[in-house]
């Protein structure tokens, strides 16, 4: 274990004086204002619980030159121990949605998108906040997951850089939900750099000791990482890898709609492992397997996430790639040391 550390550390040395003597830093703004979004979705409980306590006691997540505001998101749901009250909170943070006007009959989820905006936001200007961390659960086997929206954001892509190298040996798969059609239009996407924290398995409307750990450990990270930043510390050039969203597919139906076909057990909680040609894909009642007969290797994830039957979506397909980031340092360093 010993051996592996120094010879991280050497290589970690090595990629510096690389970056150092090859690649000029760019400069970037300090990341500031910081919110954790807890209970974004009611029944999702390990960031319910880690903002209800960070309300109460917020020492652990404070960083010096920071601000660091935890919020509940979607209060009625969490009161209720429900996904959401109207409609889906993590998909309504688009223009239409944020512009719309507010009459009596308007979806609780679309008037606390609004006002949400208007805290953090407004979303893509100036004053939005720099950075939001949202803490999410899913019944799907994705450990912990970082969830990246835009694969031209150096300082995000750096931070999870710092964040998978802190929690090594330990996996922390990253999931690009950039595409040109699946809009998702997230909560966190008011701020100037969202991150999402996907973490499970874990059922909807129960907290788990381990699953709430390994959160925390993401975020505690990821606040690290910024106040290093802050504080001058420059990265140099990095690359990670990033299992990129390709096609959401949905469950075999009959001509009702309804569902005829289960997740196959050898596909059942094997999130981001490789599925080739060939591999069952699904189980009819029956007996029947139905296999994957795409002509490239896929890693689906968010296998049977319970939440996805109402969206149609046994699981969606990722291919592997990378994604390189440029060496950043902070063109305002934080003076304040106390």
Known sequence: LHYHYFLFCFQQFLELLKSMTSSPAVDKPPVRRVAIFGGTHGNELSGVFLVKHWQEDGAEIQRTGMEVKPFLT?????????????????????????????VEDIPYEVRR?????????PKGSDDAYDLIFDLHNTTSNMGGTLILENSRDDFTIQMFHYIKNA????????????????KYATTRSVAKHPVGVEVGPQPQGVVRADTLDKMRKIVKHGLDFVQLFNEGREFPPCTIEVFKIMEKVDYPRNKNDEVIAIIHPKLQDQDWQPLNYGDPLFLTLDGEIIVYKGDCTIYPTFINEAAYYEKKQAFVKTVKMELSAKHIRCSVLDQNTS
């Open 113 to 121: 998108a609004q006002e949400i905006n208007q805290i953090f936001g």
């Open 167 to 182: 929690l090594a040996p330990e996996c922390c798969p990253v999931l690009l939900i950039e595409h040109p059609s699946l």
């Open 74 to 102: 979607n209060p009625r749901a969490v009161k209720k121990c429900t996904r959401y009250i109207d409609c889906d909170l993590n998909r309504v943070f688009d223009p239409d949605n944020l512009g719309r006007t507010v």
